[in-house]
């Protein structure tokens, strides 16, 4: 039996509906960081209109929810969500991930949307709806690939060598 599989015997993975439902969750929880972030910044450059200093926005966006993510995953391996759905993150050997590795499974954890921001961004798209559509088709194509890999594990997890693992109640003492 290789390490991987050893070590998968002591921290299953959880289902992948336990870890959408956290990744919505954790979609609800991220809103209140976006807006707050949005709003200072707003303020910090006078921004008027919304498509006034877009690019400087998506930028802090993306350097604050890397900061979150990083902060969390470095720290007990798991956000505000992922404690709500007894979700953790780990290293292949089942040990707490470093903040080199979180920062590099939040760089690659944009692999959910890349495939359908440049289909958007071929087909020229800018209707709502069809924005809507395309994003949770590509969300939901990017999880069913778990089911391709024999311990359940996104993409981003097994190319930055974490492992998404099921986190015990903790027992009152």
């Known amino acids: 039996m290789s390490g991987e599989d050893a070590g998968s015997l002591d921290f299953p993975a959880p289902s992948i509906r336990r870890r959408l439902a956290s990744f919505v969750y954790e979609g609800v929880l991220l809103f209140g960081v976006v807006m707050t972030t949005a ?17 400087g926005l998506m930028a802090v966006l993306f350097i604050v929810l890397g900061l ?23 290293d292949r050997d089942g040990t707490a991930v470093t903040p080199w590795r979180s920062l590099t499974r939040y760089l690659l954890s944009w692999l959910w949307f890349l495939p359908a921001c440049v289909v958007l961004s071929l087909w020229g798209v800018h209707s709502a ?34 492992r998404i693992v099921d986190a015990p109640k903790k027992t009152s003492s």
Not at 41 to 53: E, F, I, K, P
Not at 138 to 144: E, F, H, I, M, T
């Open 68 to 90: 979150y993510f990083v902060w969390f995953w470095s720290h007990g391996g798991q956000t505000l969500a992922m404690k709500s759905w007894r979700i953790r993150l780990v």
């Open 129 to 162: 709806p069809m924005i809507f559509t395309v994003l949770f088709v590509g969300v939901l194509g990017y999880a069913l690939t778990a089911f391709l890999h024999p311990l359940r594990q996104f993409p981003h997890d097994v190319m930055c060598g974490t």
């Open 39 to 55: 709003l200072f910044y707003a303020g910090l450059v006078n921004q008027r209109n919304a498509m006034q200093g877009r690019t």
